[in-house]
């Protein structure tokens, strides 16, 4: 996708669907199983495509250096407004970058990370290949590459909620379709891309769903109530780490190690590393 584009989502992105339940969902899934995975702070971490910061402003909260990748000057404008309410400490550990992920090393300068985060960004590319390639060159020895994308297994639960009966019949062997967001996306699967990340020299750890029983009540037409939201995550993120839930999943995400000494972090909880 290009700037142009993301400057007429922009706000839509950043101030409408991340402000929803489902929004605060994948926030707080992803963030905890990234933590299940990452080395302590004040560890770098690269965020490409990061868009408006929503999933590495917490990594910064939380102590992390961070550095966040994107194409859209209009996003990024988006991420340095969101960053001004945060503390000044949180701040200083947030760096831009105004690049494309299929010329991160370059933009980076050759730097190495200790984890690079790709979350909702191959489904906009016909080719995920180049980009996943860019990922594994910038993560350390030892370091995380962690993707999140659309579910190729699961293409038909969206049309099928929206009870869009033929639509949902054809999804079934359909690697595409047109997003929330009203853009064009496509869908991968676990094996396939735990098959790429090895042969970037990425070892597959573990892989999870990032939100369901929203997706479900969203489609169907039910308002979720914010108060809720909590307590849906929690929920959310126990279904995420579970066979046949995970699988279900519109989106999943991916964890992986490059080769090489791993950093000290904690020990992944409840995720199963059968990736095909």
Partial sequence: MNDDTWAELADQFADEAYASVK????????????????????????????????????????????????????????ARERLARLPSEVRQRVTFVHADGENAVQAVDGRRFAAVLCHGVLGYLDHPEPLINQLCLCAADGGIVSIMTANAHAMAVRP????????????????????????????????????????????????????????????????????????IAAVELEASRRDPYRGLSRVFHLVGRKAGPPEPGPAARGTDADTG
């Fill in 160 to 231: 099928a909620m929206e009870r869009r009966w033929a639509d949902a019949l054809a999804a079934f062997d359909s690697r595409t379709e047109i997003g929330v967001l009203g853009v064009p996306g496509r869908a991968d699967t676990v094996e396939e891309l735990s098959s790429v990340l090895r042969s970037q020299g990425v070892e597959p750890l573990g892989w999870y769903g990032v939100w369901l029983f929203v997706d479900w009540f969203e489609f169907s037409g039910t308002d979720l109530d914010p108060a809720d939201a909590p307590r």
């Fill in 23 to 78: 929004g605060y969902v994948r926030t707080y899934v992803l963030h905890r199983q990234l933590l299940d995975h990452l080395p302590p702070p004040p560890a770098p971490v690269l965020d490409v495509g990061g868009g408006a910061g929503h999933q590495s402003f917490p990594l910064a909260q939380a102590g992390y250096d961070v550095t966040l990748l994107d194409p859209s000057e209009a996003m990024l404008a988006k």
